[in-house]
């Protein structure tokens, strides 16, 4: 399974798919000489959750950030629902962003406001004209699609890891996104937690049909959420296929990963 | 020596983007109300105790102070009018911007540093929200307000510090006090006094946030952020007045 570095082509199976993110050739340099992405190149084909696995600093949280315009690339192309990324206007890129959602590793809650507040706050900067009854009902749903209604009156440091992701999702769901980036949904984690938030990742693709790129170190988090698996070495995907398939692979360093 | 006057002369011209930016995002829809006001209150009414004890600190030592050289010479009559002129223009602006500068740019320099830390700010960018217009207009500008009124207050509780001052050597009647005040001060006291506090509020307020919004990575840079925005701000305030000084001298030159 161990790729061309260059290989960008989807797998014949994935064909006849739409590919709603397609990433060319991807380069980014930090400072002088700190090359982290030396040529990615992806694709995430729609009601698809693709997970990106590597160890520490191999450019898998830069790719995802690329893809949303937290970083820009030195290089490459990034194409989301078929438009060019890097050509879009700041205006037309907020437009965009609100049809990708990402969680943050830490969740990244908004410490000075309550959960309420950090749902709210969200909505309502897109959607100026709702009511408080109309507000007030979207944040209990969202809350609610991921478990935890009864947390709506807590504060982001009354909650646990777990919770803060949750509510991290919570937040990025009320704007109902098509795409969802995850960076790290369970590190940190104990491991029935992990496992609650990667059934809860699973749970959102079934009833939401959204597309997924995770960002994971965790196997069995990997195993449940991936349909397919691609494998991040020194900058360039270095393999790829679906979980079983890397399982098996000849690579001892792809292999490594499920040992 | 030759890369870090580079590093500094990129980080002025960085600070000077920024804050220009200011000028721009100010005019620019969603005008975050709730958010400006919650910072008025935060930056305004909740340094009202700490400038209030120091306002009154100010006069009364002023007071104590110029008291024995003014027996000297016979002028004790000019005593209100002296330490008002004196705390006008000059000591309540100065002082009160520096306090500001230490609570308030530290403050910011601090929140901003930590959500900048720990990717709130990225959150905010990726939700499509402007974090710029959020955060950093609404404190700028309740900066802007609030310093200048603090000063006022400053300014007020000075003269009665001042007035509790007098009254430990004397028997002064507090209408007599503020007579002697008012007959010493002219519009010209005041309004340069007052001008210039409203760029100590902007630079206050836009240091915090330059230094907050700046912050690297890492827990460490938010207290570097909070430390260099009291550093930064305080070095500002005193340039400003420096140039505040010789433009007033400039205007009413007589």
Known sequence: MIKEEKNIEPKSKDKKKTPIIVIKDLHKTFGKDNTVLKGVSLTVNKGEDLVILGRSGSGKSVTIKCIVGLIVPDKGEIKVFDEDLLALSKDELNKMRVKIGFLFQSGALYDSMSVRENLAFTLRAHKRDLTEEEVEKEVLEALESVGLGDAIEKMPAELSGGMRKRIGLARTLILKPEIILYDEPTTGLDTITSREISELILDIKNKQKTSSIIITHDMACAKLTADRIMVLKDGVIHAEGTYEELEKDEDEWVRSFFE | ?254
Not at chain 2, 27 to 35: G, L, N, Q
Not at chain 2, 120 to 128: F, N, P, T
Request: aromatic content about 12%.
């Open chain 2, 1 to 254: 020596m030759i890369l870090s006057l580079k590093n500094t002369f990129a980080q002025i011209g960085d600070a000077t983007l920024f804050a220009k930016r200011f000028f721009k995002e100010v005019f620019v829809p969603p005008y975050e109300a709730k958010e400006f006001l919650k910072q008025c209150y935060i930056i305004g009414y909740k340094s009202l105790p700490l400038v209030a004890i120091t306002g009154f600190i100010m006069g009364l030592v002023l007071t104590l102070q110029s008291r024995p050289t003014l027996v000297k010479f016979g002028a004790e009559s000019w005593l209100p009018g002296m330490v008002a002129l004196s705390l006008i223009r000059e000591i309540a602006p100065v002082i009160t911007a520096l306090i500001c500068a230490g609570k308030i740019s530290s403050g910011i320099g601090a929140e901003l540093g930590s959500m900048k830390v720990t990717e709130q700010i990225d959150a905010m960018e990726v939700s499509a929200i402007n974090p710029y217009n959020y955060l950093v207009v609404t404190r700028i500008l309740a900066c802007t307000l609030m310093v200048p009124l603090l000063v006022i207050f400053a300014d007020a509780v000075g003269i009665v510090g001042g007035y509790a001052g007098i009254n430990i050597h004397g028997d002064v009647n507090f209408y007599r006090y503020l007579t002697q005040i008012i007959q010493s001060l002219e519009f010209s006291d005041l309004i340069p006094a007052t001008v210039k506090t409203f760029f100590f509020g902007y630079f206050i307020g836009m240091i915090g946030c330059y230094k907050g919004f700046n912050a690297a990575n890492g827990t460490e840079s938010v207290g570097r952020a909070a430390n260099s925005a009291v550093v930064t701000a305080s070095l500002s305030i005193f340039i400003i007045d420096m140039v505040a000084v010789q433009l007033t001298d400039l205007i009413y030159l007589k």
